[in-house]
């Protein structure tokens, strides 16, 4: 069973992304595997809230201009 788990900040995608990054991503892994490996195949996306992660010794919090905008 293929599985992939991706982490990105907390409001960083909308659901629509969220789902687009799982088929887009289960369709990969089908090339790879075959067309059997479809209903075996998890894709996991957590969010790490604000704070939650650092890089380079810093703290990271998502700046707003890089949050999601949820259709209207």
Not at 39 to 66: C, F, N, Q, S, W
Request: net charge negative; aromatic share 8%; charged share 30%.
């Amino acid at each position: 069973m293929p599985f992939v788990n991706i982490k990105t900040p907390e409001g960083a995608l909308t659901r629509a992304q969220k789902e687009e990054i799982v088929h887009r991503t289960t369709d990969l892994l089908v090339g790879y595997f075959s067309e059997a490996a479809r209903p075996h195949t998890m894709v996991l996306i957590e969010e790490v809230k604000d704070g939650g992660y650092g890089r380079a010794d810093e703290i990271y919090v998502i700046p707003d201009a890089y949050r999601a905008r949820e259709a209207e």
